[in-house]
Each structure stands twice: as C-alpha cells, then as structure tokens.
C-alpha cells in the first residue's frame, strides 16, 4: 500500500501519497504491477455515488468508508492512472479504471450542488454584518438577497461536546439512535484552556433549538470505536479573559 508515515495509525493506503509520488515511483521503479493492483482495490472502496475515500483498501470500520477523500486524495482515481500510462505506456489501465474515473467526475459537480460543505455564506457564517448591500453591484449580490430574505439552510455554531474524544469529522443528529442526520463537525478539539470538549458545526438552521448528539469514531490499540455523546449548544464565547477586554492591554 502507498502508506503515509511510518507510525501505526499511518499506515493506510492513503490517496493523497500516492497521487503525490506516482510520477517520482514511476520513474525510479517498475511499479506499474503495484499500481494496477492497488487502483482496483480503490475503485473497489469507490462508493456507488462516485465519491473516493481518503485510503484504500478500506476496512468497513470507522469513518473512513464514508468520507470524501477531497482535492488532492481522491483526485489519486484519476491522476494515478493517467500517470502510470503516461509513463509506461500502456493504455489497459486507464480502459480497465475508466468507469471510476469517469463515476468520480460525474461526482464532482454533484458534490458542490448538493453538499453545503463545499461554501459558506456570510448569513451561515455569522457575518452578514460585513456585506455591505448599499453597494450596487458586487459578486454574488443577488443570491445573498435571495438568501436574506429566506433564510439560510445551514447555521454554523458553536458546541459543547460531552466526554473528552474530540468529534473532528462527526456527523450530528437529531436522536441518539442516530436516525436522522442534521448537520456536522467542521472542527473540533479538547481545549486546555477551556477545559472542555470543543466543536465548531454546521447544523441545519431547522434543528437549532432541538437536541445534538454526535457520533464520534476514535482509535485505540489499532481498532475504531464509536461512541454518540450529547451535544450543547453555546452562544457566548468559549473563553473570553479578562485581558482580552482591557484597553490598553495589560502586559502578561
């Protein structure tokens, strides 16, 4: 497998390495062989929308089955064929991995219409405060009237996550059965200075003033765990010192 860095927890077929040094491996070794190999195991992982996990083979355990590799990992369906038969010229790879390159592009476009992960606007983001409509004319204008007059889909907040396994990359529900997805995690950490499990997520503005649970995969001795924890939501700042208030700023 093209692994990542030598430590346990890297040591997955990661997309991302191999698109980066096909070119370099090709040149310096025969691995035409490895490569034919290890891109059927990646289509194999492919889902059935088209979508590429970050490493491959996948094991069906944890959250990577289900994520999107994204620019640079799972662009590997496409740049790793392409590169083999430019180097050795040999057309049969890209006839045989032609129907998940081409399932990947088709992807694409779809991803960007219907995933919300993939933009932001001012009114999800918070800062609608800084779009300045008296201006008459300026990109995207028209679709932030539309968007202020209706609402926006997605909101992002600010969460409290139970427990301390940081839920970076989790989806969020309405339930704890886990029955209806309605948001998820765009960031996430146990902060030291807090104190506490931290998370930035966007959620859809429907579901703001319902429960939040998390389902939140881990690591431990080489196996993934999941555990769904409850979510609070909050409204003031994680930390706000003293100091950070202070005009002038004391010195510390």
Same mark, same amino acid.
């Given at each position: 497998m093209p692994t990542d860095c030598p430590q346990r927890d890297e040591r997955l077929g990661w997309t991302g390495?191999?698109?980066? #040094?096909?070119?370099?491996?090709? #040149?310096?070794?025969?691995?035409?062989? #490895?490569?034919?190999?290890?891109l059927l195991d990646l289509e194999d992982a492919q889902s059935q929308d088209g979508r590429v996990p970050p490493v491959a083979p996948v094991t069906g355990i944890?959250?990577?089955?289900?994520l999107d590799g994204g620019p640079a990992w799972a662009d590997a369906i496409v740049i790793c064929p392409w590169t083999i038969h430019r180097c050795f010229g040999d057309r049969r790879l890209l006839e045989e991995r032609w129907e998940g390159m081409a399932a990947?592009?088709? #992807?694409?476009?779809?991803?960007?219409?219907?995933?919300?992960?993939?933009?932001?606007?001012?009114f999800e983001l918070g800062l609608d405060w800084l779009v300045d409509f008296k201006k008459p004319h300026f990109n995207g204008r028209t679709a932030l009237l539309r968007e202020k007059a209706r609402g926006s889909k997605y909101t992002l907040i600010k969460l409290d996550v139970e427990g301390n396994k940081p839920a970076e990359g989790s989806y969020i529900y309405k339930n704890?059965?886990?029955?209806?997805?309605?948001?998820?995690?765009?960031?996430?950490?146990?902060?030291?200075?807090?104190k506490a499990n931290i998370a930035l997520a966007m959620i859809k503005t429907e579901h703001l003033h319902g429960e939040l649970w998390a389902e939140i995969y881990y690591e431990k001795e080489l196996?993934?765990?999941?555990?769904?924890?409850?979510?609070?939501?909050?409204?003031?700042?994680?930390?706000?010192?003293?100091r950070a208030k202070a005009t002038p700023p004391p010195n510390f």
């Open positions: 390495d191999a698109q980066v #040094f096909v070119r370099t491996a090709s #040149f310096n070794m025969e691995v035409a062989g #490895f490569f034919s190999k290890w944890g959250p990577l089955p289900k990947y592009i088709d #992807f694409l476009p779809a991803n960007v219409t219907v995933r919300s992960g993939r933009s932001r606007s001012p704890k059965r886990c029955t209806k997805e309605i948001g998820y995690v765009t960031s996430a950490m146990w902060s030291p200075a807090v196996r993934h765990y999941s555990r769904v924890v409850k979510c609070t939501r909050k409204t003031k700042p994680f930390w706000a010192p003293a």
